[in-house]
């Protein structure tokens, strides 16, 4: 609807036996944002906390960081670190495309 860019802030647990290395499981976002971006020339800025989760359904998950940025081209434009202790402040220059606003149909 003519947004250019879209901020998706998320809280990425994974259970405590979980391995990084085996499965960092970073395509999911990957394969979810790219095309986005691409087919509706929009940034998406992704950003993820830190830390284990004290309370509720997910206690004693780690969130593991990860943050992503993707341009309007569908591009990965920067990934901050990955795991429990990640914690790391990114920055970019995000360079907008004015466009003009569509509707809320798929009909590209």
Known sequence: MGAYIILSPSA???PLDHDYETDPYRTTWQNA????????????IRVSNVGTIDD???KG???IGCSLAFNNKGEE???G???M?????????VELQVRPARDTNWNW
């Open 77 to 79: 434009v920067i990934q």
């Open 33 to 44: 944002y790219e095309p986005i971006c691409r087919i509706f020339k929009v940034w998406v």
């Open 85 to 93: 202790n990640s914690d790391t402040i990114l920055y970019i220059n």
């Open 12 to 14: 990425w647990a994974m």
């Open 61 to 63: 998950w780690n969130c």
């Open 56 to 58: 509720g359904e997910w």
């Open 81 to 83: 670190p990955y795991g």
